[in-house]
Structure formats: C-alpha cells, structure tokens
C-alpha cells in the first residue's frame, strides 16, 4: 500500500509538472490528482522541492546502473560497450516517457539542485564515456575524437525524443511513444557511432 | 529611441524568462530590469503573451531566412545545400544564445501557442530538408535514409549547446559562448553529415 501510494504521488506530480510546470503546481494540485490527503506528500516528500529530489536522485541512479551494467562489455570490445550503454540509456528512458520528459527539461534549468545532480550523476556519466572513449582510441577500434564534443552531440540525439514528442508527432509524424520508435532510433543512433565514431565499420553489437 | 526600447524590453525579458521561467516572469518584474514604464510594454506587446508570441514569430521569421539563403545550392549540389543550411542555422542559434535558449526551451512545450508555431515554422522547415534529403537521395550524393529520423538526430544536436549550456560548461569544461566552440561544434555536425548521410565523402562545403 505504501510502496503505491508514493508511486501514485510521483506519477501525479510528474503528469502535472509536465503539463502546468513544477512552477505552476502546487502540492494541493498533486494531491487531488492523485486522490489523496495533501499531508501524505508531506509525510513522504517534506515538500515539492523534496518531491523534486526524490524524483531526479532515483532517476540518476537507475541510469547510472544502465551505464554500469554495460561496462564489463570494455574488456571484450569498446565499440560493443558503448553500443550497449547507448542501448541501455535509450531503453530506460523510453521505459518512463513521462518521467524522463521531466528530467530532461528539468535538467537544462540552472538551479541549486540541477547543480548538484550535475556534479555527482553528470560527472560520473562523463567519466565512464571517457573511458570507453580513451580505451576505444588507444585499441585502435575509435577514431581521434574529443570525447565532450562526442557526448554533446550524443545527449543531444538521446534527449531530443524526450524533449519534442509533440514536434516529432506533429510536424514529423512519427510516434516516439511506441516500441518501434525505440528500436528504429537506436538504430539510427548506432549508424552514426558507426559512421562518425568507430574506425571499422565491421563490429556489431553484442 | 523607439526600436531601443522595444529591443530593451525584449533584452530583459528573455533574460527573466530563461531565469526564472515565463510563468514566473510578470510585466512589472521586465519593466524593472529594463528600467522602464511598465505601460510602454504594453504599448508594443498588449500583454506576456504579446511579447512571447512577437518572440518566437520575430525569430523563426529569420531562422527560416537562413535555410531560405542556402536553397539556392541545392542545384549545385544537396551535400554543399545541406551543410551550408546546417552552418546557417548553428551561427544564427549562436548570434544571440540567450534567444536560442528561450526559444529551445518553449517551443519543447505544449502549449497553444507552441502548436501554432510548429504547424507554421517547423513544417516550412520540415518541407525545406525534405526537398534537399529526397533531392540528395535522388542524385546519388546522399544515402537511402529516413528523412524523419535524420531530422531528429540533426535537431537535437543543432538544440544541446542551446539548452544545456550550464552542463557543457561545468560538467564537459566547454565554453559554448564562445566563437571556438561554435566553430568546433560545427565541424563534429558536419563530420556527421559525412560519414552517416553522404554517400561519397569528397564532397565539401562550397
């Protein structure tokens, strides 16, 4: 019961900070949309700047996990891991469109608390990009590149769906809430680490 | 001293806006940073919405008028047409970042206003790349590819420096602000452009 009721407030809250902003809603908006009393945001949040916290922590720390749990790959094959690490961030995050919308546009505020979300979840998403990068470069498997200009026209590609779903239904027609979008932009995606990234064409996924 | 002062008004607007966000921005708040009456705005913009909607008509007149002025390439070639389109729109986003990023940053909600926009600009847009893509494909220079997916690809890396600058600069130790960077930057798009659109690679800007 507790478990749902905290994932029913966060939901709520998600919805709403997306639609009328985090500005624009209040903890009462939450709560009637989530159909409980106001008190137990309080009770399991303090306030909306907690709620605010709860939400960016747990999303950063599953997405580190998707990166983490791609790195063993390394060893074996540098292009194969950041082709997994991709895949990995792409798919979380199209596992909560909602949430994920959130975090995207919230991310690109420059607040106290995005501050702090950048220095401890940012710089560690940078350090493992770095090393597959640097390891992809030394192993012959990696074009010369400049791993932060590389990662800003990663992020760049991996927020966009997130950051324009309505532009890429209505302008472009095309659905990023569905499975195929996914897979189809992943593949996109990996063309490019093929084509602009890998110095031999010939490694796949594994 | 009439331009000045609209041009003043709309200076310290956007500057609010990208601080404190719209909704959080009230006329008397521009009013007081740009040290004027607050009756003078709404002389030029009537209201908030006014002065948002002269915003983003002002700018993407002129961002369509930069593809506009490299359509003319296309005969030449689409690779040059296509490249010159992307330098056009990355130094236009770049003359002035505090713009771009207000601008980022709304049309990526949905809002009435955005909706209109988008079915204006973005489709005028959408119609300019697919005439150079399916023109590209036609004479050979480009790969068989999806005019939809490469458009998201190119857009979310045209929009980053704009919408996370604050990351690039703290997190990646890039200065997006500064010249070098848009020219780097340009150089890695363009770099993408040949490896994963065009097919023969010789080909370079004009």
Chains 1, 2 share one sequence.
């Not at 029913?8 to 209040?26: D, E, H, P, R, Y």
């Not at 996990?65 to 995050?93: D, G, M, N, T």
């Not at 950051?163 to 932009?185: C, G, M």
Request: aromatic content about 14%; hydrophobic content about 40%; overall charge negative.
């Amino acid at each position: 019961m507790r478990k749902n009721s905290k994932e029913t407030i966060i939901t709520a809250a998600v919805l709403l900070f997306n639609t009328k902003g985090f500005a624009g809603t209040s903890i009462r908006d939450i709560a009637a949309k989530a159909n409980i009393n106001p008190s137990n945001i309080g009770y399991y949040f303090d306030n909306k700047l907690g709620l605010l916290e709860h939400c960016l922590t747990t999303y950063f720390e599953h997405y580190l996990e998707q990166i983490e749990s791609a790195l063993p790959l390394l060893e074996e094959s540098p292009s194969a891991c950041l082709k997994r690490v991709i895949e990995s961030i792409l798919y979380y995050q199209f596992s909560d469109i909602h949430m994920s919308r959130f975090i995207v546009r919230e991310m690109s505020l420059d607040s106290q608390t995005v501050r702090e979300i950048m220095s401890t979840y940012y710089q560690k998403e940078k350090y493992y990009f770095h090393v597959i990068f640097e390891n992809g470069m030394e192993r012959g498997e990696f074009r010369k590149l400049s791993p932060a200009y590389a990662m800003i026209q990663l992020k760049g590609q991996l927020s966009m769906p997130f950051l324009n779903p309505h532009y890429i239904t209505e302008v472009l027609h095309v659905f990023p809430q569905e499975r195929y979008f996914a897979e189809k932009y992943l593949e996109h995606i990996l063309s490019w680490i093929d084509a602009a990234v890998l110095e031999n064409k010939q490694v796949a996924i594994s």
